[in-house]
């Protein structure tokens, strides 16, 4: 085992410039709510607590439709106002870019750049009614519109008949929260590795994994999976054995270009 890690910064930083991320999305979608009439009065706003980020969907910056977006590094201070929309049924029961499952029925939203998960009050300021939402998703890439509600959401805030609304979107953020924490155990009967980013294209998983590769003694990879019913490929180093190591090679990699690498267990 090589005691210690040592990249060639340059060689990679010119590599790494080459590369745009895609992000796992959900596209913008025109579905609808349940088939049947669904009480939401007795739906509870999403309780806020501290909480680190997902290692999925926060990315630096991300590619969508053409237009590249730049993912808050802390929602401290964010409030906006602009229109909402919502969705439903299409995408109920799949899988968010945080890696949560989407349910229609509880207080859930998704944001183009607001760190997940996030807390947000957001406000119809037609009615002056209020919910609070964990932003646990990316969206809503339609232009002009800054956020995208569960059903529940749109249907307490009373514009789920319109489709939109003029909202008022906080931030709701605790001491603590975001705080990024390295594993301080190896997961029994699970194999560590570091994921270093995730690409809609293969092509330049590939590349980076290859340059990658050439720098350290571990076996990089660049494995598909579908993720919001896209493919995506993750270049992930490993498996590993040390802990340190692990840690070690995500510092080295943390790399705006890339987002965040992650220990992770599988």
Known sequence: MVSA????????GCLIILFTLSACSVLEVKDSG???????????????KVESKSPYGNPTSYE???????????????????????????????????GETY?????????????????????????GRQVIVKVNDRGPFKPGRIIDLSYAAAA???????GTAEVEVEAIVLEGSHQIVAPTAVEANRDMYVQVAAFSDKEKAETLAAAIR?????????KSARVNRK????????????????????????????????????
């Open 231 to 266: 493919t995506i490929y993750r270049v992930r180093i490993g498996p590993l054995t040390s802990l340190d190591e692990a840690n070690r090679l995500v510092s080295t990699l943390s790399i705006p270009e890339l987002g965040t690498p992650r220990v992770i267990f599988e």
């Open 5 to 12: 890690i040592k990249f060639s910064g340059l060689i990679l």
């Open 34 to 48: 349940p088939s049947k009439p669904f009480d939401v009065s007795s739906v509870e706003d999403a309780t806020p």
């Open 103 to 127: 349910d229609m029925y509880v207080m859930s939203a998704a944001h183009k750049t607001l760190p997940l998960p996030t807390y947000a009050r957001v406000t119809n300021l037609s009615n």
């Open 156 to 162: 307490k805030l009373g514009f789920h008949l319109l």
């Open 64 to 98: 969508q439709d053409g237009i590249t977006y730049h993912v808050m590094s802390s929602a401290d201070g964010y409030k906006e106002r602009g229109i909402a929309s919502w969705y439903g049924t299409k995408f109920h029961g799949e899988r968010t870019s945080s």
């Open 214 to 222: 050439k720098q350290v003694p571990w076996t990089v990879s660049a």
